[in-house]
């Protein structure tokens, strides 16, 4: 993975561990599965596991025989930054890619203060196959996604707080995933 984060432009690791504390603020809604999120690298990671303590890999229900082909039951994320107002960073090279190699997106939504500091403003967090509907690489083989269109996707930043349409965020993403492996017979992550 490469590194998205320069000396200049640590308000992306800011944003992601802003993403990150959103996001396990859904770790305690579960039902069948439940899902705890980390930082690794440049990328975020969801790990699945079912609530019952049965490993997935043993399960013997079929999603989970799905799930099991990922590694380690662990999804990966790749962040997108968004700037959702005047930005003095350029975000085009960090959000552009050629390798499809992530299972789920983090669009990290941002303003910035009066003092220059960036903070997280919106969380769209989509799977892959949404992030890429209608999308083709460019004539470069890379994406340019319109980041901006995935309202769809948004999540409450605080869901204890603010009505929270995907609240059980880990059946939602065990949905997607099982989706993703049922259309391609893999995990983008896992070839």
Known sequence: MSDIHTAHDTHREDLLQEGLTVLGRYTHFSSTHRVTFSQVGD?????????????????????????????????????????????????????????????????????????????????????TDALLERQQPGEDGAYHLPLATYYVHHLSLDPRKNFARFLYLAERMTEALEYQYDKMGYFYSNP
Do not use: C
């Not at 099991?68 to 890619?97: G, Y």
């Open 43 to 127: 990328r975020l990671a969801a790990h699945l596991e079912r609530v019952d303590g049965t490993p997935i890999p043993q399960s013997d229900t079929p999603l989970d025989q799905k799930l099991a082909h990922l590694k380690d039951q662990t999804v990966v994320i790749r962040p997108f930054f968004l700037p959702m107002a005047n930005s003095p960073w350029d975000e085009e090279a960090v959000n552009t890619f050629t390798q499809v190699d992530f299972d789920y997106a983090a669009v990290l939504g941002y303003g910035v203060n009066p003092e220059g500091k960036a903070y997280l403003k919106a969380l769209y967090f989509l799977p």
